[in-house]
């Protein structure tokens, strides 16, 4: 889908701030920003992007769009997400944090349902370094290359990225999937997107305390990807029982009875990951280094 030079794109949510300044940002990047949405501001203007108030009333003028990013408050997210999907958008980038669990329950089977991609919420959302920006990635971090970078974190993967490029070694598709307790993609998913991208060569996955999604991305990694994957998870100081940051990011204690393990903790995840031999860095600028020593493994020449 990243590879369509003509790659249709609509924000909804463009009269926020956040929309407002980021839809700027994403034009600027190059990215096919079609439309925005904002109800009451149909008719306007925003950075020469012709707004509507319903994304129903923008597919007859813009024709089909292949991705939404949205800016909307996160009560407003369900409604905004149902409209995209009903209007046959199939990729949707959620950048909002704090989206009610339940909202999120409902519009995950509805994703499901419809074979609909969705990203976040609370994401940075997609950026194929040269070619699109969907979402809220700082650009003048990312260079392209061959690293495909999955992430709960966004900030942690602007580190990330930035330590990449200042090695020398670019990045083929970042992704945030996002860092709210319910999120609509898993770094399963997106293992297998990076797995299956011809530009990727190595995968580095960032992970972070609570849930378990990085135990399931370790035994998933050992099972079917075959593209190395290093990976740093970020927390080990972090205090059992106290939310940091992401509504994601908080240690849940001793809930895996049969086996006497406990999940959500950055030592449980790091014991996943070289269990199947995944390399784990101790800090974000040990990445490239792991990195360089893989693709010099494999042969890869700088172009």
């Keep these: 889908m990243y590879s369509k030079s003509d790659l249709k794109v609509i924000i909804q949510g463009i009269g926020q701030p956040l929309g ?3 839809a700027a940002l994403m034009k600027a990047y190059g990215t096919n920003v079609v439309a925005g949405i904002s109800p009451g501001m149909g008719g306007q203007t925003i950075e020469e992007i ?3 108030d319903m ?3 923008a597919l007859p003028e813009v024709g089909p769009v292949d991705a939404s990013v949205i800016f909307v408050p996160p009560y407003l997210v369900l409604d905004a997400a149902k409209e995209a999907i009903a209007a046959g958008i199939r990729q949707i980038i959620i950048t909002s944090a704090g989206v009610p669990p339940l909202d999120m329950v409902t519009l995950v ?3 499901e349902a419809t074979d609909t991609l969705v990203i976040g919420p609370s994401s940075p959302g997609v950026i194929v370094p040269g070619k699109v920006l969907l979402g809220t990635y700082p650009a003048e971090f990312y260079t392209p290359g061959p ?3 999955i992430s709960r974190s966004g900030t942690l993967s602007y580190e990330i990225a930035r330590e990449l490029t200042e090695a020398g070694i670019g990045q083929s598709i970042c992704v945030g999937i996002g860092g709210d307790s319910i999120v609509g993609s898993s770094f399963q998913q997106w293992l297998q997107i990076l797995e299956e991208d011809d530009k990727t060569e190595v995968i580095v996955l960032v992970g972070e305390i609570g849930g378990a999604g990085e135990e399931a991305a370790a035994r998933y990694i050992d099972e079917a990807i075959d593209k190395p994957v290093i990976v740093y998870v970020a927390g080990i100081h972090a205090p059992k029982g106290r939310r940091l940051g992401h509504a ?3 240690i849940t204690a001793g809930l895996v009875g049969d086996v006497g393990a406990e999940v959500g903790t950055p030592e449980s995840k790091i014991a996943a990951f070289k269990d199947v031999k995944v390399p784990v860095a101790e800090r974000p600028s040990q990445i490239p280094e792991l990195v360089k ?3 010099k493994k ?3 020449k700088k172009k």
């Design 55 to 57: 994304v129903e009333q």
């Design 293 to 295: 020593k893989v693709l």
């Design 20 to 22: 407002q300044t980021h």
């Design 147 to 149: 690293v495909g970078l």
């Design 298 to 300: 494999s042969g890869h």
């Design 50 to 52: 012709p707004i509507f």
């Design 109 to 111: 089977r509805k994703a």
């Design 248 to 250: 994601g990011a908080i």
